[in-house]
């Protein structure tokens, strides 16, 4: 304790001076550091997320611009897929006629066909860019009834080009019954001719650059009339139901 004299000569007292610590109060926005730093953690993967979404979305509309470009550019047409020629190497019917009492003539019950064909098929392809053509099926059948089946490989075919394909239906006896039998033997031994029917799909995809477009079918629907006796084709004629995606 010190003491200092005044105007007066008077000693005035001055108080000690106080030693007492002060507890220092914590700041306010401590308590909230770990939270905001959440917060910004959420905020920037939610930036990222919609980076990502905004880039991806302009990476597909620019390659879908690109391809209507191409697309428009190249004008393409549809392909033609053509039954040309079609060889008759067999065609023998067998009749199993019925027994009969009274004497009339019998009439079969059943009648088996056995048939092989083969059949050139013509593409033309006359766009600027190429064709990718898929397996194609053809289906042979006589008064809706299907007797045998030939396959196509798939093959690809370049731009302005004329490309020859072939198949082989084989028909080892197949069966038909009463009325159809009767039609058949008819058919063969009375007319010298076999009306048989090709139907078919041919399915095609036009390629341009690395892009590929959808599936384009082609329906083929022939009727053709073989001679059983000559054991060659005698009438051919085909149509094509245009083209469905």
């Known amino acids: 304790m010190t003491s200092r004299a005044n105007v007066n ?17 914590p700041h306010p926005h401590s ?26 979305s302009f990476l597909a509309l620019l390659v879908l611009a690109v ?12 392909p033609q897929f053509d039954l040309e020629q079609v ?48 397996e194609s099926r053809f289906t042979v059948m006589y008064r809706g009834i299907p007797l045998g089946k030939g396959v196509v490989p ?12 072939e198949t082989t239906i084989a028909v080892d006896r197949a069966n038909l019954l009463q009325a159809d039998a009767a ?19 041919v399915g095609a995809k036009i390629r341009v650059l690395d892009f590929t477009s959808p599936g384009v079918q082609v329906s083929v629907d022939c009727a053709i009339v073989i001679s059983p006796r000559k054991q060659s084709l005698t009438y051919k004629q085909c149509g094509f139901d245009g083209l469905s995606v």
């Open 67 to 78: 391809v209507l470009i191409v697309v428009l550019a190249v004008k393409p047409k549809k």
């Open 183 to 201: 039609d058949l033997i008819k058919d063969a031994s009375l007319n010298d001719r076999v009306e048989l029917r090709i139907l078919g799909e």
């Open 31 to 56: 308590h909230y550091q770990t939270g905001g730093s959440y917060s910004s953690s959420s905020a920037s993967f939610k930036g990222c997320c919609c980076c990502l979404f905004l880039l991806f």
């Open 87 to 134: 060889g008759v190497q067999y065609m023998g019917i067998t009749a199993s006629p019925s027994t009969t009492v009274d004497g009339s003539p019998p009439s079969p019950t059943s009648a088996s066909l056995s048939l092989n064909i083969k059949m050139l098929f013509t593409a033309v392809n006359p766009n600027k860019v190429g064709i990718k053509y898929g």
């Open 9 to 25: 000569g008077e000693h005035a007292i001055r108080p000690p001076p106080n030693h007492h610590h002060h507890h220092h109060r």
């Open 154 to 165: 798939g093959f690809y075919q370049p731009a302005h080009s004329v490309r020859q394909v």
